[in-house]
């Protein structure tokens, strides 16, 4: 692939990403991808097969870039204590508020089922991926779902609710469940 067809590559995926994490992977068109990526609908496919292709590589790398982040914290800290920075992060209103580089569950998860496989299986692949980066030992796994579910869940319902009180008061309590 040459450099001009990496970039504009890029420039789809990333105009994808934001679209994924504001809306899911359903909602957006491709025409409205192509726009925001300041291209036109004509060029998607010499770099994508189709919209899900393209929502699926973007979540990918959403969810890759989550890890990544988490890999970052001190593996000498014990699990719950990464646990507890994680959610610090996660539950706070900067990233409930996020446009870009943000999770992309709150806005998917409800359109899994209507989604081909692999969308779910890049999901399943994820929570196990994150299970281990936040477990000491396997006897925390439990625990991890639990706190996982926790997190994604209730940042989903404080940027359904906005930027309201209610908003940030889902997120501070969420955030105290966990730590």
């Known amino acids: ?54 929502m699926l590589e973007a979540f990918n790398k ?27 992060f996660y539950l706070s209103r900067k990233h409930r508020d996020a446009t870009e580089s943000a999770c992309p569950l709150p ?6 089922a209507n989604l081909p496989e692999a969308f779910r299986q890049a999901l399943a692949d994820h929570v196990e991926l994150m299970m281990a980066q936040l477990s000491s030992s396997p006897e925390e796994a439990d625990k991890v779902l639990a706190d996982l579910a926790l997190m994604v869940g209730g940042l989903a319902l404080a940027r359904a609710l906005g930027t309201d009180q ?4 889902i997120l501070r309590a969420a955030k105290s469940a966990v730590i």
């Open 1 to 54: 692939m040459n450099d001009k067809k990496a970039k504009t590559r890029e420039r789809i995926l990333q105009a994808a990403s934001c679209a994924l994490i504001q809306h899911g992977p359903v909602e957006p068109s491709v025409s409205d991808v192509m726009g925001a990526a300041g291209l036109t609908v004509g060029g998607f496919y010499a770099h994508f097969e189709s919209k899900d292709a393209l």
């Open 62 to 88: 959403l969810l890759s870039q989550r890890r990544a982040l988490l890999a970052e914290v001190d593996p000498a800290m014990s699990g719950h204590e990464r646990r507890a920075l994680v959610a610090a």
């Open 107 to 112: 806005t998917s998860l409800g359109e899994m």
């Open 166 to 169: 209610l908003s940030d008061r």
